[in-house]
């Protein structure tokens, strides 16, 4: 159980277009789903919190506006990254939980632009 | 302000020597903290968790073990694999619904 996928596993997208990640938790409602951006041979950083139904809060310094964020059900949430540009070609996470319960992540998205 | 640590950054070790890797957090007030391998350009694969009220969780060759007193925990590997050459990522949560802060993590490569 307690299994959260993304989609796609990997995306080669040009210098402006939009990407949109999704990220299902399979087998349980996803009360809260967080994404994560991981540079190469860095950690994972958390770019922002999703709660189903209300807007996400977002950590400092990542732009809401680049970076949108839709948790319209408790089994998904997706991640567009809007007019990407490539700095933001990097390896992005989600996770999610269920009440009172661990976070599972899934096995992440790599996102390059050219 | 929670924060993750992890010695050594890089290790290489011949295969089957037993290693430990180190995790150290500032606060002590942590839901569960986990254990992550993560192989070049692949997603995470969780390991071990240790929920706060526990001392150690066990898989197959990976043992791990909390020390929230102290704010530690070490991950410890027997009989090193070549297939076991990855990153070892530490992360700890404050609460179920808390963001996880990740470590640094740790690069070990087997030598065949």
């Known amino acids: 159980g307690a299994v959260v996928s993304q989609h796609p596993s990997w995306v080669i997208c040009k210098s402006g277009t939009s990407v949109k990640i999704e990220c299902r938790s399979l087998?349980?409602?996803?009360?809260?789903m967080f994404w994560y951006r991981q540079f190469p041979k860095q950690s994972l950083m958390l770019m922002a919190t999703?709660?189903?139904?209300?807007?996400?809060?977002?950590e400092q310094g990542v732009e809401k506006d680049k970076f949108l964020i839709n948790h319209a059900s408790l089994t998904l949430s997706t991640l567009t990254v809007t007019s990407a540009h490539p700095e933001d070609s990097s390896f992005y996470i989600c996770?999610?939980?269920?009440?009172?319960?661990?976070?599972?992540f899934g096995p992440g998205t790599r996102l390059t632009v050219l | 302000k929670q924060e993750v640590t992890q010695i050594p950054a890089a290790l290489s070790v011949p295969e089957g020597e037993n290693l430990v890797l180190n995790c150290s957090f500032t606060d002590s007030a942590i839901y569960n903290l986990q254990w992550f391998r993560q192989d070049p350009g692949k997603g995470l694969t969780s390991l071990l968790l240790?929920?706060?009220?526990?001392r150690e969780q066990t898989s197959g060759r990976l043992n791990a073990s909390l020390d929230k007193s102290s704010g530690r925990s070490t991950l410890y590997i027997a009989a090193s694999q070549p297939g076991d050459s990855a990153t070892y990522l530490c992360a700890v949560s404050g609460t179920s619904y808390d963001k996880v802060i990740f470590g640094p993590g740790t690069s070990l490569s087997v030598i065949p």
């Open positions: 240790i929920q706060s009220s526990q």
């Open positions: 996770s999610a939980t269920a009440q009172a319960d661990t976070q599972y």
């Open positions: 087998d349980f409602q996803a009360t809260t």
């Open positions: 999703s709660n189903e139904g209300s807007k996400a809060t977002y």
